[in-house]
């Protein structure tokens, strides 16, 4: 399973419809405690991959959910559908008319450093954040953004950066660049709550 197809579900800090009155975010720390607001998040997504050995890139969409601290789900659309599920330390895959595939993260400590990391910043968790990535973050009124530089080589020798911005509690874009110069650059639409 490639870091691309779970880019989507790792990186859904979708965050909640602005409110009339939305947080001002000046800082890492006012950022993390307003994304660690968030109790719950649905989202449309556009994904679209540049990937240097194809002369067109890939695009997929789908919808997002996330429900606080530790649910994650993915549902990408076309003639191969695919939902992924993480809740805690279990993940959860089907594909087209395949059966339900499920393993324990903590036997994949690559894939499992990644998603704790990401999650870290869905719940406002900067100390695990600051554990995996360096972090660079600047943030203007309530537009805000951020790039992770991975610390373990092990990341790093697949993920150069990722950067996310944002307004208030809610991610707008995602940009991935890997280590080999493809990237993926996601953009992300909130649902109306159910």
Excluded: C, N
């Amino acid at each position: 399973m490639g870091m691309r197809s779970l880019l989507a579900i790792l990186l859904l800090a979708v965050g909640a419809v602005a409110s009339a009155h939305p947080p001002r975010i000046a800082t890492f720390d006012q950022l993390m405690s307003a994304l660690g607001s968030v109790k719950e998040a649905r989202s449309t997504f556009v994904e679209t991959r540049h990937i240097q050995q194809l002369k067109t890139p890939l695009t997929v969409h789908g919808d997002l959910y996330y429900h606080a601290p530790a649910t994650l789900r993915e549902h990408i659309d076309g003639e191969q559908e695919t939902w992924y599920e993480i809740h805690g330390d279990v993940m959860r895959m089907k594909r087209g008319g395949e059966g339900m595939r499920e393993f324990e993260l903590r036997q994949y400590p690559l894939l499992w450093a990644y998603i704790e990391s990401i999650r870290a910043t869905l719940s406002g968790d900067a100390r695990t954040l600051r554990r995996f990535y360096t972090i660079e973050s600047t943030a203007e009124r309530h537009h805000w953004h951020l790039v992770l530089k991975p610390r373990e080589r092990s990341i790093a020798a697949k993920v150069q950066s990722i950067g996310i911005s944002g307004s208030a509690t809610r991610v707008a874009r995602i940009i991935v660049v890997e280590s080999t110069g493809d990237t993926s650059s996601m953009a992300l639409r909130p649902m109306a709550a159910h």
